[in-house]
């Protein structure tokens, strides 16, 4: 029996085998599928969804809010000033801190997925299976690092930008979106940062301590320490430079830059925090194409 | 020892155009020298290749997927060339690597679909063939199951599915019965075979189980020391042993009740042949005969000493012989 399907490429021959004869698509779409899949494995996963959830309601929380205070501001209009005081919401400095918080979430989550996103490729041949078809290693670094950094823009970055279109689109006008065109630049800024940053460090990380509790350990203890030992040394001598050490807040600092709210006499200044992180991401990736490159495909 | 090869596999103007041709190729791993000088031609087919650990096969295999690049040499596979067309050639090229390489977490269906979009199919195509390789390989039953929960069989099968998917002109197999309980090897050694021999694909089968390259191959490449020492047919590359006979007789069962008659024969035969070998069995034995011998002595000593002739079989060399007497350590003899 043979039958001819020029639609779909595939070609039945007399044993049940089908030939494929399409035309190969460039290995650079390859990253959309790891990416695909890499968020398939972090969101069937119930335990992972404990950490998008408090995400999830910290979003929730400030997009009642909004919608609570363009409520109330038909009704009375001093409410919705009382509210304004707290500045939850509608300011650069707000959504600052709204991505500093989903960012921490987001923090969290990565030390527990890296495990099974990129830990598990080393410790269970994972790399094996990416690295013998067709794409090459940089195509299954990128893929990854999208991975990561798609996870990273979804629970920071997404959520702001749906806030920030909340409230331009029920503030009266939408002079908003006019008069705060920083606060836009600030959230994809702020967003680019904690995604190139958070993606190439764990994927480091995760590339040279696979299994998860050392990875929780060491991804936790590279923030929680470093902060701890930067605010021990400028306190032993007074020298705000210390303060570089803490990458987190390094990253915090270039955010608020970002949104135009950093105190620019303050030091460290953005300048720093960039350097310093630009040096963390080079060191990252070095270390990222040294283990991929020691991975042998024929054992 | 010699770096020519024995080869056989002659470019005769009939023959299909060489899958692999390589030329002069050489390796080093800094100082090491892992391949020396290869220069080899196979056809299209099913080749095994052998070698001991460290004789350069996952170096070979390397170059071949394309996964590295020779110090020196060149060569094609399937027409393309070695160094400078790699991408196209890892998309013809299916590997089935040796290693658990599997993704945990994922069904086996996204798994092979995954392998075919890796390969450069779009993703409704990969996900479609997926299924169709799997009930080939006859894992459709389990295909939506996670492939941590697979069988060590299963997941031998479904990393052939993987490398199936994209419908690839050459498969390469390393070690692909590694794990598998004899019932288990004997299945994937019948699919491997069928895979070569119906569907017209071409499979290089990196083992150390001479009996599965025995089994499924025609050619071989044998490798030792970064060398290759024989590649070619296996037939072609048999030594055909001129005048060697494995002979086998019977005592008739009315002189059953004299045992000596059987190593009577042997004495005579030891008489009159050079070399006669008893082997393990009872009435049976290897016989190098002397230039211009006829076999019909034979019958003549047979009726001497009493005893019935059943069997005179021209010797053959088998694959594990021709292993090592090109590696030359000469252990089956």
Redesign the interface.
């Known amino acids: 029996m043979s039958s001819q399907e020029p639609s779909?490429?595939?070609q039945l021959?007399?044993?049940?085998?089908?030939?494929?004869?399409?035309e190969?698509?460039?290995?650079w779409?390859?990253c959309l599928?790891?990416v695909r899949?890499g968020l398939?494995?972090i969101f069937?996963?119930w335990i992972f969804w404990i950490l998008i959830g408090l995400g999830l309601l910290n979003f929730l929380f400030h997009f009642a809010f909004i919608y609570l205070k363009a409520t109330l501001a038909v009704q009375n209009e001093n409410i919705a000033r009382f509210l304004d005081r707290y500045k939850v919401t509608g300011t650069g400095d707000a959504y600052a801190e709204f991505m500093f918080a989903q960012a921490t979430i987001c923090a969290l989550l990565l030390a527990f997925a890296a495990s099974?996103l990129i830990g598990?490729?080393y410790r269970?041949?994972?790399m094996?299976?990416?690295?013998?078809?067709?794409?090459?290693r940089w195509h299954y670094i990128v893929g990854k690092l999208l991975t990561v950094g798609a996870v990273v823009t979804i629970v920071t970055t997404i959520p702001a930008l749906i806030l920030f279109i909340e409230y331009g689109t029920l503030s009266n006008s939408f002079q908003y979106f006019l008069d705060h065109p920083r606060i836009l630049t600030g959230i994809l800024g702020y967003g680019a940062i904690l995604a190139i940053v958070q993606s190439l460090l764990i994927f480091a990380i995760a590339a040279w301590v696979p299994r998860t509790v050392p990875l929780v350990m060491t991804w936790l203890g590279l923030f929680v320490l470093l902060k701890g030992l930067a605010d021990a040394m400028r306190a032993i001598d007074g020298n705000r430079y210390w303060l570089l050490l803490g990458l987190w807040d390094d990253m915090h600092r270039l955010g608020r830059f970002c949104f135009g709210s950093l105190d620019e006499k303050k030091i460290p200044s953005a300048e720093y925090c960039l350097a310093v992180l630009s040096a963390v991401c080079v060191i990252s990736l070095v270390l990222i194409v040294q283990r991929v490159r020691a991975v042998?495909?024929?054992? | 020892m010699s770096n020519d090869p024995v080869s056989l596999a002659s470019s005769s103007v009939d023959e299909p155009p060489s899958l692999i041709e390589l030329t002069h190729l050489s390796h080093f791993y800094g100082k090491f020298q892992a391949l020396k000088d290869v220069s080899l031609s196979v056809q299209p087919g099913a080749i095994g290749l052998i070698g001991q650990n460290g004789a350069g096969k996952s170096t070979l295999l390397k170059i071949l997927l394309g996964l590295m690049v020779p110090t020196s040499g060149t060569g094609t596979i399937l027409g393309r060339n070695l160094l400078r067309q790699q991408g196209e050639l890892r998309g013809r090229i299916g590997f089935m690597p040796e290693a658990e390489s599997l993704i945990p977490g994922m069904r086996g269906v996204d798994l092979v679909g995954l392998a075919g979009e890796l390969s450069g199919m779009p993703r409704r195509q990969a996900l479609r063939r997926a299924h169709e390789v799997l009930s080939y390989l006859e894992l459709d039953e389990v295909r939506y199951r996670r492939c941590d929960d697979y069988s060590v069989g299963m997941k031998q099968r479904l990393k052939l599915a993987a490398a199936l998917v994209h419908d690839p002109d050459l498969l390469l197999l390393d070690e692909p019965t590694a794990g598998l309980d004899p019932q288990g090897r004997d299945a994937m050694l019948r699919l491997l075979h069928a895979i070569a021999s119906r569907h017209g694909k071409s499979l290089i089968l990196s083992t150390h189980l001479l009996g599965d390259i025995d089994r499924v191959c025609k050619q071989v490449i044998i490798m030792d020391r970064g060398t290759v020492l024989g590649c070619g047919r296996i037939g072609d590359l048999r030594q055909h042993w001129q005048g060697r006979y494995r002979i086998r007789w019977r005592e008739p069962e009315l002189r059953a009740d004299n045992p000596d008659d059987g190593q009577s024969f042997l004495a005579i035969l030891r008489r009159a042949c050079p070399v006669v070998t008893a082997t393990q069995r009872d009435s049976e034995a290897l016989i190098e005969v002397p230039e211009g011998w006829n076999n019909q002595r034979l019958f003549e000593m047979a009726i001497q000493s009493g005893v019935v002739l059943s069997d005179i079989v021209p010797e053959e060399e088998d694959l594990p012989r021709l292993y090592h007497r090109l590696i030359g350590t000469g252990e089956v003899n």
């Open positions: 779909a490429g595939l021959d007399h044993a049940g085998y089908r030939t494929w004869v399409g190969p698509r460039s290995s779409w390859s599928s790891i899949v398939m494995l069937r996963r099974t598990g490729d269970q041949g994972g094996i299976f990416y690295l013998s078809r067709r794409i090459g042998e495909v024929v054992s």
